[in-house]
């Protein structure tokens, strides 16, 4: 895939929007932004459903629904009445917690290793 050329995997439906409304200029991240018209920066429930009908910008979010265990949660959680919102609060919670009992780990070895 070439400097000038879509990536194959972009929804063939999505792609002729996307090459409209795609900026020539400006860091990769405004050019994320400006091509996601519904979702912008935010990851909710409308973000699932894109993935779901072919509509993700990020190739890290279309790989979700290649997956049948990934494909399953996106399924599950793409529908407004879900409970996404908070589920993915609280994995949030849970993964700032490990980080931190790691980060606590780490700093008590280098204590008692010295």
């Given amino acids: 895939?070439?400097?000038n050329t879509s990536d194959p995997a972009i929804s063939p439906a999505l792609l002729p929007s996307?090459?409209?409304?795609c900026p020539k200029d400006g860091s990769p991240l405004d050019r994320i932004l400006l091509l996601d018209q519904v979702t912008g920066d935010s990851f909710d429930v409308q973000s699932l459903i894109n993935i779901k009908n072919g509509f993700s910008v990020l190739p890290s979010d279309s790989i979700l629904y290649e997956n049948d265990i990934t494909k399953s949660i996106v399924d599950f959680y793409s529908v407004p009445e879900s409970a996404f919102a908070g589920d993915f609060v609280v994995e949030v919670q849970?993964?700032?917690n490990v980080g931190k009992q790691v980060n606590y780990y780490y700093n008590f070895t280098q204590l008692v290793h010295k």
Avoid at 18 to 21: G, I, N, S
């Fill in 1 to 3: 895939m070439g400097a």
């Fill in 18 to 21: 996307l090459e409209r409304q």
């Fill in 94 to 96: 849970f993964v700032m």
